[in-house]
């Protein structure tokens, strides 16, 4: 049973800089895609991002695009999401997911929750003055 331990959240300032990290456990990560989500106060959940399990394929979200990146490091079972220029409205709980096996990651393919099967707990990101 694959479990996610997402970490690294906390308060930022506008401008400012995070870096997310998922601890995965219980099973391997190396043949799936994976993914990060968030959702803030009100809002649904929306995909944030995914790679690929060789890390050489990502998507994102376009509101975050060319301010995120996300990586892995399958040998130490992490998922990453460094996260720059940091403003407000990313303020949110953020989970590391991972998709059902036939989800394909790719830039011309959503990000859809439906589509991921196990989620960690989430970490808050706070951006504020």
């Known amino acids: 049973q694959l479990q996610l331990v997402e970490s690294g959240g906390g308060l930022v300032q506008p401008g400012g800089s995070l870096r997310l990290s998922c601890t995965a456990s219980g099973a391997t990560l190396d043949y799936n895609a994976i993914g990060w989500f968030r959702q803030a106060p009100g809002k649904e959940r929306e995909g944030v991002s995914c790679?690929?399990?060789?890390?050489?394929?990502?998507n994102y979200a376009y509101s975050v695009n060319g301010r995120f990146t996300i990586s892995r490091d399958n040998a130490n079972k992490m998922l990453y999401l460094q996260m720059n220029d940091l403003k407000s409205e990313v303020t949110a709980i953020y989970y590391c997911?991972?998709?059902?096996?036939?989800?394909?990651?790719?830039?011309?393919?959503?990000?859809?929750?439906?589509?991921?099967?196990?989620w960690g707990q989430g970490t808050q990101v706070t951006v504020s003055s």
């Open positions: 790679i690929d399990s060789s890390g050489g394929r990502t």
């Open positions: 997911a991972e998709p059902d096996p036939m989800y394909y990651c790719s830039a011309d393919v959503p990000i859809l929750q439906h589509s991921f099967a196990s």
